[in-house]
Nanobody, 118 residues
């Protein structure tokens, strides 16, 4: 079964940067969008942002101006450039993929830990 695989997490000081990558282990056809979510310790998973197959992006207010999503949905790859990181960005970050005709994300990665120290 095709899976999404994230990489690039780690420990960084506040104000620093990290770049997360996500790619499918095989080929997923018919994707409409890919996205990034995160789950801070003790909190619910929240959406960070998405990119659709036209390259349009949107972001949560908490990361606007600091995070940038890029990639190629047709090639099943997405990136998350995170700048000016804050301790509150500490979370497990997940990528997700959405197929045409679906309203719920069809594929999820296993997650990658991002820890921002103060």
């Amino acid at each position: 079964q095709v899976q999404l695989v994230e990489s690039g997490g780690g420990l960084v000081q506040a104000g620093g940067s990290l770049r997360l990558s996500c790619a499918a282990s095989g080929t997923i056809f018919g994707l409409r969008a890919m996205g990034w979510y995160r789950q801070p310790p003790g909190k619910q998973r929240e959406q960070v942002g998405t990119i659709n197959n036209s390259g349009s992006t949107n972001y949560a207010d908490s990361v606007k101006g600091r995070f940038t999503i890029s990639g190629d949905v047709a090639k099943n790859t997405v990136y998350l450039q995170m700048n000016s990181l804050k301790p509150e960005d500490t979370a497990v970050y997940y990528c997700a993929a959405l197929r045409y005709g679906n309203s719920a994300w069809n594929y999820w990665g296993q997650g990658t830990q991002v820890t921002v120290s103060s």
